[in-house]
């Protein structure tokens, strides 16, 4: 690091540096006790943190983050790791801010981790913009699905219509009943494509049963055998021994059942699909992997909206051809208290992983 010049002698520069960013710093020693902070970091949490110095470190956070904080804490000065901590924070006026607490070692030269620091900035404005973008996307897609919508059901209403015109006008017996039986399986696409709207938006939130989840997984592995075959499909599922957790059998059966549906919908030209489960104390992760044709930034960031997945190819796949699969999906994930994200890059494959809490399910009445 280059020495300081002028008449200001290194350890001066650097202490001047750190008294007067304008980012918030506290500094912990190996014990993890305050040992300084900057004057950012005094009009940020204000005049209590100077009763704070030989305390721990984790009380500027609030308590409910305390624990995770003591954590990345901790990992900075055992193994050196960085980590980034987000929270609510009341300012000195009592406004709610968005605070991100990036909490690094203090090393020598030698090595030797002698504290850890951590650097708060407020990122409230950031969250702002993100939510007014996330909900302008979200009106985008709400126009798309009305549109997408009164194309469907105008295309099936108007063929039982015309389908009921035409048996009204004929006298042959053979034509009525074909022709009411075409004007029923189009009532009856009509009501699936209306179940899959419900289960969007209410993100299936009847709870009707529990199902090993060991067993959901070689059900549909069962199921989807004769489609891969026909696609030259290899098959690769990773789940391991201890995988007798019970489940909401109907929720979690589809939002697996979507997401692999969509990965082989991706192969066209055959590849590879990989299953893969990993489980803890506190959640069981899911990953499904595909060697399709992949998906550019633009796609992936629309991947979960309502309309744009492409026709199913499993039986019964109507709620894919209307492309409210991984929307579904996504909703689902997000009533039962986990998570959903996918990566992917144009010819390279996707892959797509959802995480559930551990708990004690319980069907709902």
């Known amino acids: 690091m280059t020495e300081a010049t002028g008449n200001m002698g290194s350890e001066d520069f650097y202490r001047h540096l750190f008294e007067h960013t304008g980012v918030a710093f506290v500094a912990a020693d190996e014990c993890l006790a305050i040992r300084s902070f900057n004057a950012a970091a005094s009009a940020m949490f204000g005049p209590a943190l100077s009763g704070m110095v030989g305390q721990a470190a984790v009380q500027v956070l609030p308590e409910d983050r305390q624990d995770e904080g003591a954590s990345l804490l901790q990992r900075a000065i055992e193994h050196g790791?960085?980590?980034?901590?987000?929270?609510?924070f009341k300012d000195l006026q009592g406004v709610t801010r968005e605070l991100i607490a990036t909490i690094s070692p203090i090393a020598l030269e030698s090595g030797q981790r002698v504290g850890a620091s951590a650097c708060f900035r407020d990122i409230t404005r950031r969250i702002s913009l993100q939510t007014q973008l996330h909900e302008n996307r979200k009106m985008a897609s709400l126009g798309r699905m009305a549109g997408a919508m009164a194309h469907h059901f105008n295309n099936i209403l108007g063929g039982v219509v015309t389908s009921v015109d035409?048996?009204?006008?004929?006298?042959?017996?053979?034509v009525k009943r074909r022709t009411l039986a075409k004007a029923s399986e189009a009532l009856s696409k009509a009501t699936t494509l209306l179940k899959g709207l419900l289960r969007f938006a209410e993100g299936e939130t009847i709870a009707q049963d529990l199902c090993n989840y060991a067993e959901i997984i070689h059900a549909l592995?069962?199921?989807?055998?004769?489609?891969?075959?026909?696609?030259r499909i290899e098959l690769d599922v990773d789940i391991p021994a201890s995988l007798n957790v019970p489940v909401p059998g109907v929720q979690v059966t589809t939002v697996l059942g979507n997401i692999v549906e969509n990965a082989i919908e991706a192969m066209s030209d055959g590849g590879s699909l990989r299953i893969g489960v990993e489980i803890d104390d506190r959640w069981l992760t899911t990953s499904v992997g595909d060697t399709g044709c992949g998906l550019d930034c633009e796609a992936l960031s629309r991947v979960f909206e309502p309309f744009w997945s492409t026709k199913g190819v499993l039986g019964g796949g109507t709620e894919q051809a209307t492309g409210l699969g991984l929307a579904i999906a996504h909703g689902i994930i997000q009533v039962l208290g986990g998570s959903i994200s996918a990566s992917s890059e144009p010819d390279q494959g996707s892959c797509f992983i959802f995480s559930l809490p551990r708990k004690e399910w319980k069907p709902e009445s």
């Open 166 to 174: 035409y048996a009204d006008s004929s006298k042959d017996p053979d």
């Open 221 to 231: 592995t069962d199921r989807i055998k004769p489609v891969l075959q026909a696609r």
């Open 81 to 88: 790791e960085s980590g980034d901590l987000e929270f609510q």
